[in-house]
């Protein structure tokens, strides 16, 4: 028998494989079908402290190796959220994760206090297309030290999403020595199309996040470093996760769980076929836990 399961600060993960925080994350019926095709955790769509209508259309353009997604974090804001939470878990028995952007430790802790029924909560500090947002708070690492320390008091493992773009190795250190649980990486990367005919860009946000197969060499090389700065953080891989194979090299590049979002357009089938990959994977490697091959690369 071959054990898929992880331990991921406190939380108890049946599989490695987690939904990222995007769009599904603010239906409970496709929150329930993602748990129900095989995802061991949900993190939900960011919540802001009031809500957001985004970016005007078009706000997702699908290129040949992945997506552009301008939608400027829109949802409908931390109190609608708070009661999504609040109807998931009566019917949901996996772990859900909250994610959170602010602009201070107070706004923070409002948003926080709006989705206590989460059982963990992520800071998005890496969403590269919104003002003052996202991305923005690694520009300033005390910042995001400041309200992980607000995040912190509510008792739930924080974790801290960061970016692939600026110091994500001095951020990192900030937020895990304000007692940050773990880490995401990454995000989307800031990128842009332009339409060639029309003559202008083609997002309606002109910049987006661009995710899909084309940045995961990236995430593995985020996730490689971090590892080896932070060998016992445990960190949620994400960028360009298609196949088990993806999976499997976050894991070894350092990652303790992965995280699914882009190649879900394809169908929730694709969890299922990346737990079932892992699992044959690890016992074609002749090991009994896939928690042997965390961090693999770098022995």
């Not at 987690?18 to 061991?40: N, Q, T």
């Not at 909250?98 to 802790?109: F, G, I, N, T, Y």
């Not at 910042?143 to 008091?153: F, G, K, Q, T």
Request: hydrophobic content about 50%; glycine content about 12%.
């Amino acid at each position: 028998m071959v054990d898929l399961r992880v331990e991921l600060a406190g939380l108890e993960l049946r599989n490695p494989v987690v939904v990222a925080s995007g769009p599904l994350g603010v239906s409970l019926g496709l929150m329930k079908r993602a748990e129900e095709a095989g995802a061991a955790a949900i993190t939900l769509k960011t919540a802001t402290l009031r809500p957001r209508e985004g970016h005007p259309n078009p706000v997702v353009y699908e290129l040949p190796y992945g997506l552009l997604n301008s939608m400027g974090l829109p949802n409908p804001g931390a109190e609608e959220m708070g009661r999504l939470i609040s109807e998931a878990k009566a019917v949901m028995r996996v772990p859900l994760i909250a994610s959170v952007a602010a602009q201070s430790p107070r706004e923070a802790e409002e948003v926080a206090e709006r989705l206590r029924g989460a059982d963990a909560l992520e800071l998005n500090a890496s969403c590269p297309h919104v003002r003052g947002l996202g991305a923005e708070l690694m520009d300033d690492p005390q910042l995001v030290a400041d309200i992980v320390s607000a995040l912190r008091s509510f008792g739930r493992p924080v974790f801290v999403k960061l970016s692939a773009h600026g110091d994500w190795i001095g951020v990192a250190s900030r937020a895990l020595g304000a007692g940050a649980s773990g880490l995401v990486a990454i995000n989307t990367l800031k990128a842009m199309a332009i339409d060639v005919r029309a003559k202008c860009p083609v997002l309606g946000g002109v910049y987006g996040g661009l995710s899909g197969p084309a940045i995961h060499p990236v995430a593995v090389r985020v996730v490689y470093e971090l590892h080896r700065e932070f060998p016992d953080v445990p960190i949620i891989g994400v960028g360009g996760v298609e196949t088990w194979v993806e999976a499997a090299e976050l894991i070894l590049a350092g990652a303790t769980a992965v995280g699914v979002a882009t190649a879900l357009r394809r169908g929730f089938h694709v969890i299922g076929e990346i737990v079932e990959g892992l699992r044959a994977y690890v016992a074609g490697e002749g090991l009994a836990s896939i928690r042997e091959l965390v961090g693999a690369a770098h022995r």
